[in-house]
Nanobody, 123 residues
Framework: VQLQASGGGLVQAGDYLRLSCAAS????????MGWFRQAPGKGREFVAA????????YYADSVKGRFTITRDNAKNTVYLQMNSLKPEDTAVYYC?????????????????WGQGTQVTVSS
């Protein structure tokens, strides 16, 4: 499985961004997909995850109500719509795949990772 994240950028507080994660590999369509982020000097933290069917979705409390994760299996792409961005959302955002199809907030459960895309929110 190969993952390519894109869509990051520099925005102001209150703005929005949509991240995309293009996936390839024969197990992608059955994988659960997650988004994580890592701010400077901090550990990688869970943001959101979605099962292969889109039937189950899980958000971190810090983004609930502002971020939306979706997936388009026909395009092998997962999206993270980020609204009402805050300076504390500044981080490198990574997409990840759990090939067992398990939705989880544990980064240790994800088998494959993308390269990350930088999101910077100015105040």
């Amino acid at each position: 499985v190969q993952l390519q994240a894109s869509g990051g950028g520099l925005v102001q507080a209150g703005d929005y961004l949509r991240l995309s994660c293009a996936a390839s590999g024969r197990t992608v369509s059955s994988s659960a997909m997650g988004w994580f982020r890592q701010a400077p000097g901090k550990g990688r933290e869970f943001v959101a995850a979605i099962t292969w069917s889109g039937g189950s979705i899980y958000y971190a409390d810090s983004v609930k109500g502002r971020f939306t994760i979706t997936r388009d299996n026909a395009k092998n792409t997962v999206y993270l719509q980020m609204n009402s961005l805050k300076p504390e959302d500044t981080a490198v955002y990574y997409c990840a795949a759990n090939t067992r199809g398990i939705i989880t907030n544990s980064r240790l459960s994800y088998d494959y990772w993308g390269q990350g895309t930088q999101v910077t929110v100015s105040s």
